[in-house]
């Protein structure tokens, strides 16, 4: 079983829909989760992170984490045409913030007009 | 956010011959650099963790003679492919972190490698 889940989608939504992206994990010493975002041919750029359980909202982005369930989430709202790109969750080891990172497999999102 | 360079974008190499990559970090220093490697429609996965003026400690599977680290200053770092064969084409992905505690990880733009 590998550490990160992720289903790799792809996702494809109109302009304007709610995007639900989702990944589950094994190891419970993970404390911080975080979303990257990758375009095509492109290193991954850090979109959110949260600590612990809870959720966090920036702009259109919320993620959500239930530590008791080992599943995170991430939220977009009114996604626009510029979102498609794949989206990876991402978790550092050893309850830091600034561990070596598992990555998931990422969610390939295109949102057309 | 801090800015971290690749070169060269996309390299072409004939089978058997070595391939440098150079990962620098413009604007910050970096005492840590990470190296990942991605294949189309996967995930990244880390090779390797260099420290400045350490040996750098690879992943299980990862060939350390075959991929040869050096992070000789806190703003580059280089990742030679030796004997590079069809199967090591692949994006090639690094990253670059602070020694201050809590400090993210920023990625470079890739390296993509094609061996003919």
Known sequence: QKEV????????????AIVSLNCTYSNSAFQYFMWYRQYSRKGPELLMYTYSSGNKEDGRFTAQVDKSSKYISLFIRDSQPSDSATYLCAMPAGGTSY???TFGQGTILTVHP | GAVVSQHPSWVICKSGTSVKIECRSLDFQATTMFWYRQFPKQSLMLMATSNEGSK????????????LINHASLTLSTLTVTSAHPEDSSFYICSARSGRAGNEQFFGPGTRLTVL
């Open chain 2, 56 to 67: 750098a400690t690879y992943e299980q599977g990862v060939e350390k003679d075959k991929f």
């Open chain 1, 5 to 16: 889940e992720q289903d790799p989608g792809p996702l494809s939504v109109p302009e304007g």
């Open chain 1, 99 to 101: 561990g070596k990172l």
